[in-house]
């Protein structure tokens, strides 16, 4: 099953605000879109 990392953060971004996939409120990435795209590159290479 081949899934594209685009369309899956695409699907992020309908439930969830931009704010809360890409930072924490402070001064550093949030780690939360970093787990669910290595979960799509896992699954993807069949892990």
Do not use: C, F, S
Not at 3 to 18: D, N
């Amino acid at each position: 099953m081949l899934l594209h990392i685009q369309a899956v953060q695409k699907e992020i971004g309908k439930r969830k605000r931009y704010i809360d996939i890409t930072g924490n409120w402070l001064n550093h990435p949030n780690d939360y879109l970093a787990r669910i795209l290595a979960q799509v590159v896992i699954k993807t290479l069949g892990m």
